[in-house]
């Protein structure tokens, strides 16, 4: 390989595996980037196991860095690119349901790959001839479209937990079905995905909203009995009904199944999380046109639904910056509706929110889900098309000390002198220095206690 390019993925892992080969060992590429080629996908990462124990992967790799070298795997860095190294194994017993207890060290690749999770991942290749080593049918399922537990598949959940979320979103990802007894376990087994931390669960989750398949994936999950687990919020949502003027297209489960639908690969995660969570807040706010005289309702919707975003966020361990983009959409996703109606100087400050294409991707999405009417959407698109910049975040043309200077005493009623400034500069009432003094002389006047 030429120094003076960075390598490929490919290139690297193929480096590796002439390395260990070159040292008497075997080495096969595995799992997920396998599968990605015989389906014609670009696979993401690629992942080679090895006869060579952890201590020898390391020994011929200066670089490399044991990440788990106990479970015989060891991180090859090179160029911004890593490689996960695996030793063939055997794991033995799974008491946290997650990391074997003990592992022992195998010869063969046949043994290695009946501890994986599914056919479709347990497919090995040889990085120079491209032969496809299968052991457990991986070939044909791939053909038939198929996710099967390799084994028993209560033994394969009972070994990690989190497999029966990954069974879901690989189902989802490839348009593929869960096979019978999988399934089956997965249903039988799914109360126990709470031994799974929070932030191995809310990746899953979030992968699952991104990566261009969220509707099919939730609907799986629901059908499956996960998604009451790990998100009751949201499956509480199911025949929750919805005033037929303004949702059309039915309850609010089916109105979210709509939006998370027209959410693209690659999506943003807060902006997936919005999207899930904008309507989170109507089931227990939810009140019969019996009970209100003229329509269904669900008032204070929004306000019920922060809160309960706010819960499902920290559960979750999200950071606080990401907390609080997921919780500006669902406090703001019903300002749209007003937009026509704001002053100028308020309309400039909704669309100066953080991320507000996120804001507005979600309004069009809530839209097309339901009325379809784009007109607010529409409004918001030309008002930003049309608006010069520095008219929606205009130089401040006063200061708290220009404030003292002109015989106000420091304090709270500052923020308000200085927000009503912005708000008439906003409003295109003032635009310089001195029309800004002019203006605070003549609404302020009585907070002015000396000359």
């Not at 019978?180 to 899953?204: N, P, Y």
């Not at 607010?376 to 930003?384: G, K, P, T």
């Amino acid at each position: 390989m030429s120094h003076n390019r960075s390598v490929t993925p490919r290139e690297l892992a193929n480096s590796i595996c002439d390395t260990l080969q070159g040292n008497g060992h075997q080495a096969l590429l595995v799992g997920g980037c396998v599968r990605d080629l015989l389906l014609g996908r670009e696979p993401s990462d690629y992942d080679v196991t090895t006869d060579a124990t952890p201590e020898r992967v390391m020994e011929l790799f200066a670089e490399s860095i044991a990440v788990g070298a106990q479970f015989g795997v060891v991180l090859v860095p090179r160029d911004g690119l890593r490689v996960e190294v695996a030793t063939f194994r055997s794991d033995m017993g799974y008491s946290d349901g997650r990391h074997p207890d003990r592992v022992v060290f195998s010869k063969t690749p046949e043994q290695d790959v009946q501890r994986r999770d599914f056919t479709i991942n347990g497919l090995l290749m040889r990085h120079d001839t491209g032969e496809v080593l299968d052991f457990v049918d991986g070939q044909a399922d791939l053909r038939a479209g198929v996710i099967r537990a390799i084994g028993e598949p209560e033994r394969r959940f009972a070994e990690d937990k989190l497999r029966m979320m990954r069974a879901v979103r690989f189902a989802a990802r490839f348009e593929f079905e869960i096979a019978h007894q999988t399934f089956a376990a997965i249903r039988k087994r799914a109360g126990a995905v709470t031994d799974v931390s929070a932030e191995r669960l809310r990746e899953e989750l979030t992968k699952l909203l991104t990566e261009g398949a969220a509707r099919t994936g939730f609907e799986l999950l629901e059908r499956s009995g996960l998604l009451s687990i790990v998100l009751p919020e949201i499956a509480a949502m199911k025949g929750v009904p919805q005033p037929p003027q303004f949702h059309p297209e039915g309850d609010v489960w089916i109105h979210t199944m709509l939006m998370i639908e027209g959410l693209p690969s690659g999506t943003s995660p807060t902006l997936a999380w919005g999207v899930l969570l904008h309507d989170v807040g109507k089931p227990p706010t939810f009140k019969p046109a019996s009970e209100t005289g003229d329509r269904i309702r669900f008032d204070k919707h929004v306000d019920v639904g922060v809160r309960m975003a706010e819960a499902i966020c920290r559960r979750y361990r999200f950071s606080n910056e990401e907390t609080d983009q997921i919780l500006a959409l669902v406090a703001n996703h019903m300002r749209f509706m007003d937009v026509d109606r704001m002053r100028a100087s308020t309309l400039k400050r909704f669309v100066r929110l953080p991320r507000f294409e996120e804001h507005l991707e979600l309004h069009r999405l809530d839209c097309l889900s339901s009325h379809r009417h784009l007109d607010s959407y529409e409004m918001v698109q030309r008002f930003l098309a049309e608006t010069p910049p520095e008219q929606v975040r205009p130089q401040r043309v006063l200061t708290g000390t220009d404030l003292s200077e002109m015989g106000y005493i420091p304090g709270p009623v500052f923020s308000e002198i200085l927000k009503a400034v912005e708000d008439a500069q906003l409003e295109g009432q003032i635009r310089s220095r001195e029309e800004a003094q002019e203006f605070v002389r003549k609404r302020f006047a009585w907070k002015r206690v000396q000359a």
